[in-house]
C-alpha cells in the first residue's frame, strides 16, 4: 500500500504553523487552532489546477478494520466504481475535484493526498485491489478524522495564501465504533463546527454498515459525538455496500 510523502505535493506545512495562519485570518477560533496544532507533522498541500471555479476537496475515509474482510470485494468493487462516477462529474470535468482518500485499522493510511482528479485517469486517485485493501485489527476512527482536518486546516491555509477559493467535504464508511482513540472526539467536532460555520467544510457524513455491533443508533451517536450534518445506513450485502458508496459520492458532489 503507497504511502504519501509532503515532496510528492505542490507544498508542505506544519499543521501548527496553519492553524496559526487561518486562526489570524478568522477562519478558525484560537482555541481550534490550539487542537489542530496538537500532534504537530507535516502536511501536504494539494496543487491548484487550472480552471474557472472554486475547487472541491473530497475526503473518503474508508474502514478497512478486521470486521470489514467480509465486505472486502465488494469495498474494492464500489471504490473502483465511486472513482469513475466521480471523473464523469462536470466538476471534474471543469478542472475542479480533487480527491484524498484515507483507509483506517488500528492506525490510519493515506491511499493518496488531495489529487486533482482526470477524467482520463493516470491521476494518482488510488483505486483499491486486493493488495491494497486488506481489512485487520482495530478501527482508529478518531484519530484518522482528525488528521484528515489537518490536511484540511492546511489546505484551507496554502488555498487562502494563493488567492483561491475551495471547499470540501468528508465522507466516512465504517462498521463499527472507534477502538483505538489517540484523537477526543470533542476535538474532533470542535474543529469540524467552526469549518462549517465559516462555510469551507460544507458537506460531512458518517456512512455506517449495520451489523450486530452498529446499530443505526449507534451510527446516530458516532454522527454527533464526531458533529458530522449526516448518518446513513447501509447493510452488508453487496447491494448495500454499493448503496453506501453512492452516498460518499454524492456527497463529494453537494
Request: with cysteine.
Amino acid at each position: 500500500m503507497p504511502h504519501y510523502t509532503p515532496s510528492q505535493a505542490a507544498a508542505q506545512q506544519q499543521a501548527s504553523q496553519a492553524a496559526t495562519q487561518i486562526a489570524k485570518a478568522g477562519v478558525v477560533s484560537q482555541h481550534v487552532a490550539s487542537i489542530l496544532s496538537q500532534n504537530d507533522r507535516t502536511v501536504a498541500c494539494a496543487q491548484r489546477k487550472p480552471g474557472l471555479e472554486d475547487h472541491r476537496m473530497s475526503c473518503f475515509i474508508i474502514d478497512a478494520s478486521g470486521s470489514m474482510k467480509d465486505c472486502r470485494d465488494a469495498v474494492i468493487q464500489e471504490q473502483q466504481k465511486t472513482i469513475t462516477t466521480l471523473r464523469n462529474s462536470s466538476k471534474c470535468r471543469r478542472n475542479a475535484l480533487f480527491i484524498g482518500q484515507w483507509l483506517f485499522s488500528d492506525t490510519s493510511t493515506k491511499l493518496n493526498p488531495y489529487t486533482p482528479l482526470s477524467t482520463g485517469g493516470g491521476d494518482g486517485v488510488v483505486l483499491l485491489d486486493q493488495s491494497r485493501y486488506n481489512p485487520n485489527d482495530g478501527t482508529a476512527l478518531y484519530n484518522t478524522v482528525f488528521q484528515v482536518l489537518q490536511e484540511i486546516a492546511a489546505n484551507i491555509a496554502y488555498s487562502r495564501s494563493k488567492a483561491f477559493s475551495t471547499t470540501f467535504t468528508i465522507a466516512v464508511v465504517t462498521d463499527g465504533d472507534d477502538t483505538e482513540g489517540g484523537a477526543d472526539p470533542n476535538d474532533i467536532k470542535a474543529i469540524v463546527q467552526e469549518l462549517k460555520t465559516n462555510g469551507y467544510l460544507v458537506s460531512s457524513i458518517v456512512i455506517g454498515i449495520e451489523n450486530p455491533r452498529l446499530s443505526r443508533s449507534k451510527i446516530e451517536e458516532i454522527r454527533d459525538r464526531l458533529g458530522f450534518d449526516t448518518a446513513t445506513f447501509a447493510g452488508q450485502s453487496d447491494s448495500e455496500i454499493r448503496r453506501a458508496f453512492d452516498a460518499a459520492s454524492q456527497s463529494a458532489l453537494v
